[in-house]
């Protein structure tokens, strides 16, 4: 199986997989763990662990997280990498939304560097400045 696991401070994870589930159905083998204010990694292991408890090490698993860098990331992939799950694991820092989307779209399609590939190029798309115009003629 092909695994998407989405880890951030607070309730950002959850909340995409929410935003997910609205726009693809729920997809189970696509994960969210918070490190929830006022907890600590000790904390965010164990749900780390609880989570990945039935994957194994022929499934592929794409890990990203909020923050490159950040406790959340940094300490999934130490405890994917305990559990023996590191050979299959690709990892994105500064997930949103259109990251998330397309990868859970295509985790079952492309793999490794493909995967990443299309991913970041929606990822980055998905960013972009709108302007306001008013239009300042009156209807008479």
């Known amino acids: 199986m092909n ?23 729920d ?27 039935d994957i194994h090490p022929e499934d592929a698993v794409v890990l990203v997280g909020d923050l490159i860098g950040g406790s959340p990331l ?3 992939m130490s405890i994917l990498s305990e559990h023996g799950l590191s050979q299959n694991l690709v990892v994105i820092g500064g997930m949103n939304l259109p990251l998330v989307l397309t990868t859970a779209l295509m985790k079952d399609t492309y793999h490794g560097q493909e ?25 008479i």
């Open 115 to 139: 995967l990443v590939d299309q991913v970041l190029q929606e990822a980055s798309a998905g960013l972009r400045q709108f302007s306001f115009v008013v239009d300042e003629e009156e209807d």
């Open 3 to 25: 695994y998407l696991i989405m880890v951030s401070h607070g309730q950002f994870a959850s909340g995409l997989k929410n935003a997910l589930t609205m726009l693809v159905g």
């Open 74 to 76: 940094t300490t999934a």
């Open 27 to 53: 997809k189970k083998e696509c994960l969210a763990i918070g490190l929830e204010d006022g907890k600590g990694i000790d904390d965010f292991t164990i749900l780390m662990k609880e989570a990945i408890c």
